[in-house]
């Protein structure tokens, strides 16, 4: 996930670039640039690093332009580097392009330029859009970028500019967000309203597969084929200071909310059609080494294991492969035994968790073939794996995990899946129902995030609860581990995330009317065991909450309160749930007040062990 601003007006085009850019850091940080277009030609400046390198870097050698765009890069294709940042240009220099999404074709579409001659500088896949556009280029910039679109697949908002037309800018979209801001006398293109909240109030909301040709005294919308499409401004609610939040009060919010769309990014490329394969090239595992397979070992901390326990389910059932979960920091201490073909699973949101490397260094000394499922692109977790599949969740700030999570369990799940196929281990009527319900994951997500005042509503009714118990069986036992540490690190509320099965040789001393309990009980292997253990603690004068699927009509007799959840295949189950946990403890936190975003005590990358 990248940021994009664009201007066109009487202001210096950099100032106002790297303004819109400084709100979207939060969207990308390990490189940045910027273009600007005067006198028959383009100027560019591009940095690795934040993007006060890149205001340094203006500082040195300042680009005097009225029209130009800018770019602050989450790497996606093609580590940090200044030859990836952003914007890429056409071997002539005579277009500039900066680009959110991801292009699925774009190795394709690089071998046919390259056969037409085209040189490719980058290890993007946005640099493909640059070249097109200058290959359909013969004057009009707006004809050049419909073509080019026609040509891509997968997702963009695209800001182009053409050294040798100052008077415009064009910009254009397919499911990477995109607005346009109104000015007077000066115009803008913005990745989110936040960017440009600080010049001007009003935009237009671009949808997909529309563009904009942007000038310094009007704005011409169009689709791609290039009928004109009317649109209504729209005016910012929220002040310019909520900027980078995108009117969210937390950062935690805000990627609580960007998870359909994270999910979708997070497949393309890799599942489109439920009766085709899924494609992992970036696992760098061959059909054989997968069929030789005899153990995983996922490692991980915090989140990340959670995610890795659900992982050790989901391997276990569908590829029928012997797996393990371990605590990286536990894991290295009982000096574990690695067997020939054992392929170990790193997982980490951030890369860089101090215990979670030491693990993968002491798992590859042993002889494990080390893959890795990370959202930080060229970490050091995931230069140290031989193999590598990201979660494109894009940065996650807020230090509570919720995108990186869902993300992690939907990336395993591919590589479970692909793993199933390859072994043929689990029938493909199985795994065809499996990749649908992948696919239907987003508009799941979406639907539970509609259902927030719901939950919220359930948050104000034990806020005030000292202590939690989250319980859960089979693949949703990580998911009630999950939900406690969700709710303990933003709210402080002592919560345990406990196997219900484990209930009566311990825990079940606890229940009391103070200790509330969520209870995960949709329908599958393990629903009538629930019930069992939401009885028991009814039966201790406990309040419960209950996890069930939209229609249970058990759940609610049973339990005080119900968190509902459309209903899916238990196997992806663990995604769903997670989000209204996430909220939960969000709005708990919320209602007392606590720093979600900077818990005390935390920190969002742990590098120490
Ligand atoms: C999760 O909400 C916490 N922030 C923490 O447990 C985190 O998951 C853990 O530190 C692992 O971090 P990583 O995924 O970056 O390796």
Not at 113 to 131: C, N, P, Q, R
Not at 251 to 264: S, V
Request: hydrophobic content about 40%; aromatic content about 6%; some cysteine.
């Amino acid at each position: 996930m990248c940021g994009i601003v664009g201007y066109i007006g009487q202001k210096k085009a950099t100032d106002v670039c790297v303004a819109g850019l400084k709100r979207l850091e939060y969207r990308g940080y390990d490189s940045a640039g910027v273009a600007v277009a005067g006198d028959g030609k383009l100027d560019v400046l591009k940095v690795v690093g934040k993007l006060d390198r890149l205001i340094d870097a203006l500082d040195e050698s300042p680009l005097d332009s009225t029209c130009g765009i800018g770019h602050t890069r989450w790497a996606t294709h093609g580590k940090p580097s200044k030859t990836n940042s952003h914007p890429h240009l056409s071997n002539d220099g005579l277009i500039a392009v900066v680009h959110n999404g991801i292009i699925e074709n774009y190795a394709r579409l690089r071998d046919e330029l390259k056969a037409e001659g085209v040189e490719f500088l980058s290890e993007t896949d946005t640099e493909v859009i640059a070249h097109l556009v200058r290959k359909y280029y013969e004057g009009d910039l707006a004809a050049a970028v419909q073509r080019a679109s026609q040509d891509l697949e997968g997702a963009f908002a695209l800001g182009v500019v053409a050294g040798d037309q100052p008077d415009l800018m064009v910009a254009a979209r397919r499911f990477s967000p995109l607005v346009i801001g109104i000015g007077e006398g000066e115009n803008f293109i913005a990745s989110d309203m936040g960017a440009i909240r600080q010049f001007t109030d009003k935009v237009y909301v671009i949808d997909d597969d529309e563009m904009a040709v942007v000038k310094r005294d009007g704005i011409t919308l169009s689709d791609m084929d290039g009928n004109p499409v009317e649109r209504e401004a729209y005016v910012i609610p929220w002040p310019a200071e909520a900027a980078q939040k995108g009117g969210h009060k937390h950062f935690m919010h805000k990627e609580i909310h960007e998870q359909p769309r994270a999910m979708r990014e997070c497949l393309l490329g890799r599942l489109s059609d439920p009766n085709a394969s899924i494609t992992l090239e970036s696992l760098n595992m061959t059909a054989d080494e997968i069929k030789g397979l005899r153990k995983i070992v996922f490692t991980a901390c915090g989140t990340a294991y959670h995610a890795g326990l659900v992982g050790r389910f989901l391997m276990e059932k569908l590829a029928r492969i012997p797996s393990e979960c371990d605590l990286a920091a536990e894991l290295r201490a009982r000096n574990p035994v690695v067997l020939d073909n054992t392929l170990a699973i790193i997982v980490s949101q951030s890369g860089e968790t101090a215990d979670t490397l030491v693990a993968l260094r002491e798992l590859k000394e042993k002889g494990a073939k080390v893959i890795s499922v990370v959202n930080v692109v060229d970490s050091s977790i995931a230069r140290e794996s031989d193999g590598v599949v990201y979660i494109q969740a894009g940065p996650e700030i807020g230090v509570a995990s919720t995108k990186a999570y869902t993300l992690q369990i939907l990336t395993i799940a591919l590589i479970a899946a692909h793993f199933a196929d390859v072994r043929g281990a689990t029938p493909e009527e199985d795994l065809v129902a499996l990749r649908e319900a992948m696919l239907s994951l987003p508009e799941l997500a979406q639907t539970l995030l509609d259902r927030e005042d719901d939950v919220k509503a359930v948050a104000a009714k034990y806020f005030e609860s000292p202590n939690a118990l989250y319980l859960g069986r089979g693949v949703n036992l990580a998911t009630a581990m999950e939900g406690a540490l969700k709710l303990k690190e933003i709210s402080y509320i002592h919560a345990e995330g406990y196997s219900a099965g484990e209930m009566k040789h311990g825990p079940i001393a606890l229940v009391e009317p103070s200790l509330v309990t969520v209870a995960i009980a949709v329908k599958g292997d393990v629903y009538e065991k629930m019930i069992g253990n939401i009885q028991e603690i009814k039966a201790r004068s406990g309040p419960v909450i209950g996890v069930a699927f939209d229609g249970d009509t058990e759940i609610p007799r049973q339990a005080d309160d119900v968190i509902w959840v459309p209903e899916c295949p238990e196997l992806v189950s663990p995604i769903t749930i997670a989000i209204p946990l996430q909220i939960l403890a969000y709005h708990i936190a919320d209602m007392k007040g606590c720093h979600i975003d900077q818990p005390r005590n935390l920190a969002k990358t742990v590098t120490v062990e």
